[in-house]
């Protein structure tokens, strides 16, 4: 059966803003979770997915674009094209990366123009933007002097800040010094897009100049050829050269990106200096926001509805869900008193002390009656501190448990590690006596007919086999609808939708 889309957020209120073109990194399984999100908070069109990223057109300002929750990182979308052809000559190679990035300055003056306007900054007059139009188009008719070109040339050589890759998502490093402002542009940045002049007074030029970095990544075949590190040096001296803009590592008015590898070649402007990713209504972070999103979107959480984290931690899904869906009533549980004043604290940084009730309780004997959450949504615990093979042994006792205070037509998501995530297979597979033929995403399972959402944004089967529902002996009540396959960094987990169809102990 195929598992239907995630729930849509609500639609936010569209801003008075030109249409821009915008790509997200996202995840890796996140990308149909904010495919679906742009399409639903912006009305975003012209959506393409892609390993770790996310392209569309938005009319949206910097308010809507903020609220992307499913996002890691906001670029304005300078160029896109298809992979750059390797060849053994490596001054070539260079040469058509930098010509990909500095020809047709057109795209700068646009990009800037719409980066200026998103951060609140007064349009150019028409005089103006073709001043700047035909600046940028045009040479440097004299050579400035050699002692300028080595200035320059020293500058650039500390330039490249190498990006780095959370494995869930390619994503761009924050400055080495972050503001307590969190957009990207400070007051700093002229109103002008100057050209390297000639005859110009330098100080006049260094105050009206932008001052930059580049964030370079290359993979696939091109990284077989050049680094990244050689890659961002031939491009920010070509800046230099051709625009008359300076080089700054630590604090530059903008940071460029650039993305080279087998799927494509792609250049942005980072819109905002701190990745989306990082919220600032959590205190101590706990799992990552994106996820704890995806899996509260899942819930199909309504007005009035009473969800339960009964493994909270330090309250992430809750807090996600909580904003997202604030109508509804939140409870967390929690065994930890560390874990639990972690989660306070969070709720209390997040000013949601309302709409969120903490209670110390074990999973396997929670305090609370039978059938009254809508919504049951857990991280069940994994890893070396987490004793994963003890959870493992307790996972039938917990979902008994979860199913237990699980309403009649409520959703229960959990995300789960590759070893949960195949014992809730082997159950499957005990209550089917025996595995169908087929092939599984997971190697040395079966597992039930599971549909996650691929990268296009419709769905793709990530797990086929057994004969019977997953869990259909030992949870009846229980049936699955989705199961989707999502990157934490350095391991990959599962997250399982069910919903429960009958009360418990009547199948």
Known sequence: EEAPPPEEAPPHKMAAAEPGRFFCTAGRGLEPFLAREVRARLGAT??????????????????????????ERLFLLLKKHSPLPVS???????????SLVIEEPKYWLDIISVWRKL??????????????????????EEETNTASKRQKTEQVRALVSEECQVEAGETCVAPERVSSQEGWIESKTSSELPSKGSGENPTANE?????????????????????SQEVGRAIGIALVKQYGWHADLRDPDLEIFVHLNDIHSVVGIPLFRLPLANREYIKTAGLRSTVAWAMASLAEISAGALVLDPMCGLGTILLEAAREWPEACYWGA??????????????????????????????KALPLPSESF???????????????????????????????????????????SQELHRHVDGLARCAGGGSAGGGSADSDTGAAPARAPSVDGNSS???????????????????????????LGRTDAFIHKYRKVSAAGSC
């Open 119 to 140: 951060h609140g900054h007064k349009g150019k007059t028409d005089d103006t933007s073709q001043e700047n139009a035909l600046a940028l188009k045009r040479k440097s």
């Open 46 to 71: 012209e959506v393409d997915c892609v390993s770790g990223k996310v392209f569309f057109r938005a009319a949206a300002g910097p308010g809507e674009l903020r609220q992307l929750r499913s996002a």
């Open 461 to 487: 089967s990530v797990a086929q086999g057994a004969g019977e529902p997953l869990l259909s002996r030992h949870f009846g009540s229980l049936v699955p609808e989705g199961v989707y396959a999502v990157s």
């Open 88 to 98: 053994g000559n490596r001054g070539k190679m260079l040469n058509e990366i930098k």
């Open 334 to 363: 929690d065994i930890s008193d560390l874990q639990l004043e972690g989660a306070d604290g969070n709720i209390r940084t997040a000013g949601l002390m309302d709409k969120i009730e903490l209670l110390k309780a074990s999973v």
């Open 207 to 227: 105050k009206l100049g932008f001052s930059f970095r580049v964030s370079c990544r290359c993979s696939g075949a091109i990284a077989k050829i050049l680094t």
């Open 374 to 416: 809508d919504s049951v949504i857990s991280d069940i615990p994994f890893g070396k501190k987490f004793k994963t093979t003890s959870d493992a042994q307790l996972l039938p006792d917990i979902l008994q448990e979860m199913e237990r205070v699980l309403r009649v037509g409520g959703t229960l998501v959990l995300l789960l």
